[in-house]
């Protein structure tokens, strides 16, 4: 394979590979978007959980504080009892009354009080209650116990309470563990589940009970013991579950709406023959729930466990209205990105290609550069313009696009690194073109030639590189110089290439120090530029003055390789030569000559 058929390969490789990157930018930017719009989803998500959760919180603070006002109905009305002599049936009626219970608690059944009754005890008790007006009265269910208890006044008294009347609540099970637990605790308790017997056959609801204990007057109450001996009996109440809670929860928005949903298990097992309560389904359907959330409740010696579901619907949907807009502007910034690289690299492909085809050209001959000078810097001239032109349009569309994705869309930190990326190279594109024209054009003057002050050029030179030095402090220091025989556009170039340079490969947290001086050899003046800079090797001293040969690439990504060539171009075509040395104490010295103004 000869030479022109090797670079022809190596060129149709790098035209592949550039094909290759592109399209795999493009791979990136859409799985970078789905993964984009993949955690705004979820924050959605979450948020709709934080607001399900919060809600869930408040109807628990409702449940709470329902049951707290009920604990200090019943603590006042064992209270009574510590402060009379003997609550008579009347007064326990005015005292019921006074509470407008029914009318500001809903669900609650009753309010009543239930005697503690010792078994010698019972027969007088039953006819006492016979001779004050029930002479049907009995304690039930009967049959011989331990202890007795027995509700005496239960209000209002009448319907379904008065099948109450004279219960026996210590002979269940359930009732009889909530009343001793508030006996020894010395604290209102609260049943498991249980059937009211205000119950009747149609619209059946789960029942609980509320118990606070009353002691009898002037008796120690200290340890469980005397607890248990100075017990006098309960105040009570029953509560209709789905009533009680249908008020509740109902001012917590759960009744009213539809996609929310609350379910009340007794104890700490969600089995069916445990629940309390359920909220009434609306759904025509039976979803699987967006969330869910189970937590329980400890109740005054008892525990309930709580479930929450949230459903989609009519009334409740999830907005992910920001999906969607980050999903369709990951695409289309992709999409974007993609034909920007691909009209980048074909650019830049073109631009290597002719760069190339005329440096092989310069390289082989420069003989025949001599007799297609002419010709040759209008075709460079024309090049230049018609490959400036898409670099700077490129240029202008990209600051467009980065303006458009701050103030339109979110931040996005990978796409506006991508377009620095893209206007960086599409800058540099610009400036190797324009280093190639000045190349071509070295040899030939660019404007008169004639005796210039070189001391001039450099002030000019080095007010042109101000923002710079006073970025990194550089020390300049030149003195007056004697002139030389040049046009100006071309003695700028020399030593505003060589101050680049000079200032662009500094040390690290090293302060720039760059001096410019000559002597008299003859007719010719010898320059030196002196930095401390990072040097440059001895084997590299001479490739450096090839064209697109540089050092350091990855630390300065806007050199274009061209400069030193330019310089060493110019010099040459004035009969000059120039060389590098290290400078005394580490950095790189440019040693040249030019004519004299004599």
């Known amino acids: 394979m000869n030479e022109s058929n090797t670079e022809t390969f190596y060129k149709k490789v790098r035209e592949k590979s550039l094909l290759i990157l592109s399209w795999l930018v493009l791979l990136l930017g859409l799985l970078l978007t789905l993964f984009v719009s993949y955690r705004v989803k979820t924050d ?19 449940i709470q504080a329902r049951l707290a006002a009920q604990k200090q109905i019943l603590l006042s009305g064992a209270a009574m009892f510590d402060a009379s002599e003997d609550v008579t049936r009347k007064e326990w009626r005015v005292y019921v009354r006074r509470l407008s219970f029914d009318q500001h608690f809903n669900g609650i059944q009753a309010l009543g009080f239930s005697l503690w009754i010792k078994p010698e005890q019972l027969k007088a008790h039953e006819n006492s209650l016979r001779q004050s007006g029930f002479p049907d009265y009995r304690v039930k269910p009967e049959g011989k116990r331990d202890a007795y208890t027995s509700i005496i006044y239960i209000e209002p008294f009448s319907g ?13 099970p359930i009732r009889r563990a909530a009343m001793d637990y508030a006996v020894d605790s010395q604290n209102v308790s609260l049943s498991g589940k249980v059937t009211l017997l205000q119950e009747e056959s149609t619209n059946v609801q789960a029942g609980t009970l509320m118990y606070a204990p009353v002691y009898q007057k002037n008796k ?3 340890t469980r013991e005397q ?36 379910h009340i298990y007794d104890g700490d097992k969600i089995q069916p023959e445990n629940l309390l309560y359920q909220s009434e389904n609306h759904l025509l359907n039976n979803p699987a729930p967006l969330f869910s959330l189970e937590t329980q409740m400890a109740l005054f010696g008892t525990l309930w466990t709580l479930r929450f579901e949230e459903f989609t619907g009519v009334e409740k949907n999830v907005d992910y209205g920001k999906v969607w807009i980050t ?9 974007l990105l993609f034909f920007l690289l691909r009209t980048y690299f074909l650019m830049r492909t073109n631009a290597l290609k002719i760069a190339f085809e005329l440096t092989t050209q310069l390289r082989k001959s420069e003989e025949k550069l001599a007799l297609t000078n002419a010709d040759l810097l209008q ?12 670099a700077r349009r490129l240029v202008s569309f990209v600051q467009r696009l980065q303006h458009e994705l701050i103030t339109t869309f979110a931040p996005n930190e990978d796409a506006a690194i991508t377009l620095h990326f893209i206007e960086q190279s599409a800058l540099r594109q610009r400036a190797l073109v324009r280093d190639i024209q000045l190349y071509l054009a070295a040899t030939q003057p660019r404007a008169t030639v ?9 002030a000019k030179v080095v007010e042109h590189h101000a923002p710079l030095i006073l970025e990194v402090y550089a020390q300049i220091d030149y003195v007056a110089l004697p002139t030389v025989t040049i046009d100006r556009p071309r003695l700028y170039d020399i030593f505003d290439i060589l101050l680049d340079n000079a200032l662009r490969y500094r040390v690290p947290n090293r302060i720039p120090k760059i001096r410019i001086y000559g002597e008299l050899k003859g007719k010719r003046i010898r320059y030196y530029v002196e930095d401390n800079g990072v040097g440059i090797p001895t084997q590299y001293r001479e490739r450096v003055f090839l064209v697109f040969e540089r050092l350091q ?39 040249f000559d030019l004519p004299t103004g004599n």
């Open 553 to 591: 690439v990855n630390d300065n990504q806007e050199s274009t390789g061209i400069g030193l060539a330019i310089v060493r171009r110019v010099i040459e075509s004035c009969g000059g030569s120039v060389s590098l040395k290290e400078t005394n104490g580490g950095g790189t010295t440019v040693v």
């Open 379 to 390: 075709f460079t001239n024309i090049s230049a313009h018609h490959l400036q032109e898409p």
């Open 44 to 62: 959605i998500e979450l948020h709709e959980r934080q607001k399900f959760e919060l809600r869930c919180e408040e109807v628990k603070l409702k």
């Open 227 to 262: 607890r248990r001996a100075a017990l006098f009996g309960w105040v009570y109440s029953p509560f209709r579950m789905t009533d009680l809670f249908k008020n509740i929860v109902s001012d917590g928005n759960i009744e009213t709406i539809s996609h929310l949903h609350l």
């Open 327 to 335: 999903t369709s502007a990951g695409v289309f910034i992709s999409l």
């Open 220 to 222: 120690p109450i200290d």
């Open 450 to 458: 004639e005796s210039v002050s070189v001391t001039e050029i450099i």
């Open 160 to 172: 379904r309470n008065l099948r109450a009347f004279g219960y026996d609540m210590y002979s269940e």
